[in-house]
């Protein structure tokens, strides 16, 4: 069962800065293997289910370390009919999609 997550994570308690502490979400997003993308606001991983509902709680582990109160924000997409590669594969549908003459 592939999914596409889609989470934000961050401390609520630290100041107003808080890219070191995404950083260290990422690395474990990157240690896990996973495809994933990171965006301004978020990060997209896929897998199976039990993969990418470990790496979060890994993340959200991992933070409330050092913070006292943490924001997480989640969404799936799971499709039954679906293959790996959906994350490429929903953008490429779209921008083929697109016109390509803007004039």
């Given at each position: ?5 889609e ?8 100041g107003?800065s ?6 260290k ?10 495809k ?10 896929e ?15 991992t ?7 943490v ?6 997409d ?5 293959s790996?590669?959906?994350m490429?594969k929903?953008?490429a549908s ?10």
């Open positions: 069962m592939s999914v596409l997550l989470f934000s994570m961050f401390p609520t308690d630290v107003e808080k890219s070191k502490y995404v950083a979400s990422i690395q474990i997003i990157k240690d896990s293997g996973l994933y993308t990171m965006g301004s606001m978020g990060t997209t991983i897998g199976e289910w039990d993969e990418v509902m470990a790496v979060v709680t890994d993340c959200f582990n933070m409330k370390k050092d913070c006292n109160r924001f997480t924000g989640i969404k799936i799971y499709r039954k009919d679906s790996s590669g959906r490429i929903k953008i779209v921008e083929s999609k697109l016109e390509t003459d803007h004039s």
